[in-house]
């Protein structure tokens, strides 16, 4: 956003307007989470580990105010990798954090680039695609859900 709210009025405008939006679903998720929370639910957080949401001051609060904890990976170490043109099929290295109560997912997705690979530059015609979690990814956070490692409040 940072980067693109400088191409023009018309994106400023949609940028803006994704913030409103996002005020009011933040506003909606505390209130479930909150209630998730109180019966030891589960409760995960995830955007791109660079992404402006992360300091905003009310997701900073709520996440510091019920002991969240951060898990960081990075899309190339889970199958995560351009689907168009000449790049096709070679890894894309998208840095993901997800903060996190009661569940395990930092068991599951916890690696970092090992550098044995070159990537494809999350950008252009490949961002949309990396919105989406990779089939291996996916199969993680499910498993990590399924099997949490907690006390449940009765």
């Known amino acids: 956003q940072h980067i693109n709210i400088h191409k023009g009025p018309k994106t400023a405008e949609r940028i803006k307007n994704h913030w409103i939006a996002f005020r009011k679903l933040w506003k909606a ?22 992404c402006a949401y992360w300091k905003d001051k009310a997701v900073v609060r709520f996440l510091n105010k019920h002991g969240f904890s951060n898990c960081y990976f990075d899309g190339c170490m889970y199958g995560l990798a351009a689907k168009k043109g000449k790049d096709s099929g070679k890894p ?3 840095p993901w954090r997800v903060s996190y109560l009661n569940s395990t997912i930092n068991e599951s997705l ?9 990537h494809v530059v999350c950008a252009g015609r490949h961002t ?3 919105e989406n979690y990779s089939v291996e ?3 993680l956070i499910y498993s990590s859900l399924l099997a949490p490692n907690f006390p449940t409040k009765s």
């Open 92 to 94: 894309i290295n998208k």
């Open 29 to 50: 998720f505390e209130e479930v989470a909150t209630h998730a929370i109180l019966y030891g639910c589960s409760v995960l957080v995830e955007w791109p580990k660079g």
């Open 110 to 118: 916890c690696l970092l680039c090992d550098g044995s690979h070159e």
């Open 137 to 139: 990814a996916t199969t």
């Open 128 to 130: 949309k695609d990396t």
